[in-house]
């Protein structure tokens, strides 16, 4: 359909549709024959006229068409309560298209006015919705689209109003959206449980058909829309949703999900009427539901470990399921196995020659100070601003990718994190853009270890056959490092640019907690915890990087200190500082991008603050043991 953007942003006099201008006109005319229940439909049917009037020079037909074309445009969205119509396209540049508030004022007083003279209900239903919407004093205009909604309920019950789109059983949602508006007008300007015996009735005839019919979710929804406005009592309600659950879960095309929501429903409704017995009967009815996803995803073992993971999280809230947990749990770890199979890989071939050979020139006629200096000042810890613009443009070119939720799973298929969907209204949540800082920060890790970091530590050692006696001057002089620990640390610097990264790997990275929390230390003069046994213990790096991340921040930035808590903390992320420490890492592992960056970046931290006095105090110390 080919639509033109409306934008009415200077509401003068001489803009407005007067009410001369309805009379002269009949504005009915081209929706005369129109049967639809949806107000989309009928701006198809103004989309001629005003393409005649346009063609004729009737001016008078063409504002009035181009008025009433826009009025059926907007974006119906009953579930916002605050906001019930949005426009249907907003572009980069601010422009949209039209909304109520474009036509509220003198525009709005008129629309009110020809309320009376429009005899299409689903027309007359949005006009007084929108003159309500924009002036809430406007109670006439609220109870004339409370009616025609009914009406327009009414004919579509009956078959004389069509649905937008077919429907194979009824209510629709279609028709659930109109009648959620309806009870949203009319609680508005009702008193407590005095709504009008209309919206009453139709909410209870749309009910009794969606019980008839067994469509659950229009059921699931017109059912707490009944309840909350008192229509029907919770016991009943709880009864009828259950029957409605057992009976759709018999039907050829029963879907697990859809019934799953009317059950859940039935567990709240039995909540609130007493019965816990039967809301347990019922919770445990929703979680066989969520067992039988896995029927959907045959073939995927790790699919099919997801469905019975969230089985078991739904019966941990059961009592008494624990022998039935334990079961599912058993086959949830043997599918999780058989999942590592179903894992493949692929690879992105990366060209790193140029990039490689520039760092090789650089490295192979300088002195062994001056190539340990510039080892550490190979490559910078990304800004936030620049983390955030890159995740940003992923969500640009990939919208559906970025939506998706993700799941991390271990060497053994266990699931270890999962991380949210980006939401494409509004800023991305703050843990989106971390999960999304920690998968481009991954990508560059190997970017800056195979062009910078590899071809640099070679080249140094061809030249330099190093020893921990090189490294002695940076353990002994930077105040990363605790007095007890120099020799560790020079003894992991040595064997990293030895290549030796098993070695390396658990010599430097179990010592970063401890380095981190010796600099705290001397901000703050105790930051240890007390448990409930008042016995003190040092906190771990994950509770540091927390609590006192705007003390690091002063010490190393905010860049580095995002680079250490993605790094060695944060999980989806490689969380180095945990599985050194539970000694989950295995030795080929040492030789990963990820293992070899964190002893790089090991080394610049320890290297950062002695940068300014390098020339002066750390290259003597370095050139003597070169003899």
């Known amino acids: 359909m080919n639509e033109t953007l409306e934008i009415e942003e200077d509401k003068t006099e001489s803009t407005i549709v007067a009410m001369e201008d309805f009379q002269s006109v009949d504005f009915l005319k081209p929706i005369a024959e129109n049967r639809y229940a949806n107000c989309h439909r009928l701006q198809e049917s103004y989309r001629p006229a005003i393409e005649a009037a346009a063609k004729d020079g009737r001016k008078k037909d063409l504002h009035v068409f181009q008025l009433l074309h826009s009025l059926c445009g907007f974006h119906f969205k009953p579930h916002d309560r605050a906001v019930p119509y949005g426009s249907m396209m907003t572009l980069s540049?601010?422009?949209?298209?039209?909304?109520?508030?474009?036509y509220a004022g003198l525009q709005n007083d008129v629309l009110a006015k020809i309320l009376p003279t429009i005899m299409h209900p689903t027309l007359r239903a949005r006009i007084a919705d929108v003159v309500w919407t924009n002036n809430r004093k406007e109670k006439d205009a609220a109870k004339i689209a409370i009616e025609a909604y009914c009406e327009v309920l009414r004919g579509l019950i009956e078959g004389k109003f069509q649905l937008q789109f077919e429907a194979d059983n009824h209510p629709a949602m279609e028709e659930v959206d109109i009648l959620q508006r309806v009870l949203q007008i009319a609680t508005r300007i009702s008193k407590k449980g005095q709504l009008p015996d209309d919206v009453r009735n139709i909410t209870m005839q749309l009910y009794e058909i969606a019980q008839r019919n067994k469509t659950c979710i229009p059921f699931k929804t017109i059912a707490e829309l009944a309840l909350?406005?008192?229509?029907?009592?919770?016991?009943?309600?709880?009864?009828?949703?259950?029957?409605?659950?057992?009976?759709?879960?018999?039907?050829?095309?029963?879907?697990?999900?859809?019934?799953?929501?009317?059950?859940?429903?039935?567990?709240?409704?039995?909540?609130?009427?007493?019965?816990?017995?039967?809301?347990?009967?019922?919770?445990?009815?929703?979680?066989?539901?969520?067992?039988?996803?896995?029927?959907?995803?045959?073939?995927?073992?790790?699919?099919?470990?997801?469905?019975?993971?969230?089985?078991?999280e739904e019966l941990r809230l059961i009592?008494?399921?624990?022998?039935?947990?334990?079961?599912?749990?058993?086959?949830?770890?043997?599918?999780?196995?058989?999942?590592?199979?179903?894992?493949?890989?692929?690879?992105?071939?990366?060209?790193f020659k140029d990039e490689q050979a520039g760092i090789i020139k650089i490295f192979e006629n300088i002195t062994l100070p001056d190539a340990l200096l510039q080892f550490a000042r190979l490559s910078k810890s990304p800004s936030l601003e620049e983390l955030k613009e890159e995740a940003l443009e992923g969500i640009r070119n990939s919208p559906l990718m970025a939506m998706m939720k993700s799941s991390y799973f271990d060497h053994e298929g266990k699931i270890v994190a999962e991380a949210p969907g980006a939401s494409l209204t509004g800023e991305p949540s703050d843990e989106w853009l971390k999960k999304t800082f920690s998968?481009?920060?991954?990508?560059?890790?190997?970017?800056?270890?195979?062009?910078?970091?590899?071809?640099?530590?070679?080249?140094?050692?061809?030249?330099?056959?190093?020893?921990?006696?090189?490294?002695?001057?940076?353990?002994?002089?930077?105040?990363?490092?605790?007095?007890?620990?120099?020799?560790?640390?020079?003894?992991?610097?040595?064997?990293?640019?030895?290549?030796?990264?098993?070695?390396?790997?658990?010599?430097?990275?179990?010592?970063?907690?401890?380095?981190?929390?010796?600099?705290?230390?001397?901000?703050?003069?105790?930051?240890?915890?007390?448990?409930?046994d008042m016995l003190q213990e040092d906190r771990a790096l994950s509770d540091i990087?927390?609590?006192?991340?705007?003390?690091?921040?002063?010490?190393?930035?905010?860049?580095?200190?995002?680079?250490?808590?993605?790094?060695?903390?944060?999980?989806?992320?490689?969380?180095?500082?945990?599985?050194?420490?539970?000694?989950?890492?295995?030795?080929?592992?040492?030789?990963?991008?990820?293992?070899?960056?964190?002893?790089?970046?090991?080394y610049r931290l320890c290297c950062l603050p002695l940068m300014p006095h390098w020339k002066e105090h750390l290259a003597p110390a370095i050139e003597a043991e070169c003899f």
């Not at 624990?322 to 060209?351: C, H, I, N, T, Y």
């Not at 190093?466 to 105040?479: G, V």
Request: contains cysteine; charged residues 25%; proline residues 6%.
């Open 93 to 102: 540049d601010g422009r949209r298209t039209p909304i109520p508030d474009d």
């Open 228 to 312: 909350a406005s008192g229509f029907i009592e919770p016991a009943t309600l709880a009864q009828n949703a259950e029957e409605v659950a057992d009976a759709a879960a018999n039907l050829p095309n029963a879907y697990p999900e859809a019934i799953k929501a009317v059950l859940g429903s039935a567990v709240q409704a039995y909540k609130q009427s007493g019965d816990a017995e039967a809301s347990k009967r019922c919770q445990l009815k929703s979680a066989e539901q969520t067992l039988l996803m896995r029927n959907y995803v045959l073939g995927s073992s790790m699919a099919e470990a997801h469905w019975i993971r969230d089985t078991i």
């Open 319 to 351: 009592p008494g399921t624990k022998d039935r947990q334990e079961a599912l749990r058993l086959e949830m770890r043997e599918l999780q196995e058989k999942a590592r199979d179903e894992v493949g890989s692929f690879m992105v071939p990366l060209d």
């Open 439 to 532: 998968e481009n920060h991954k990508f560059q890790r190997h970017v800056v270890v195979a062009g910078k970091i590899e071809p640099a530590r070679m080249t140094i050692e061809n030249n330099y056959p190093l020893s921990e006696r090189h490294f002695n001057a940076i353990a002994q002089y930077s105040p990363f490092i605790p007095a007890p620990q120099r020799y560790t640390f020079a003894l992991g610097f040595a064997r990293f640019m030895q290549g030796d990264f098993v070695s390396a790997a658990h010599l430097l990275v179990p010592q970063v907690e401890n380095s981190i929390r010796y600099v705290l230390k001397s901000r703050i003069q105790d930051f240890s915890k007390i448990k409930h």
């Open 545 to 602: 990087v927390d609590k006192f991340r705007s003390e690091l921040e002063q010490i190393f930035t905010a860049p580095v200190v995002n680079e250490i808590d993605l790094l060695f903390v944060y999980r989806p992320g490689p969380a180095l500082r945990h599985e050194f420490a539970h000694g989950k890492i295995a030795s080929g592992y040492c030789y990963h991008p990820d293992i070899i960056y964190a002893c790089w970046l090991i």
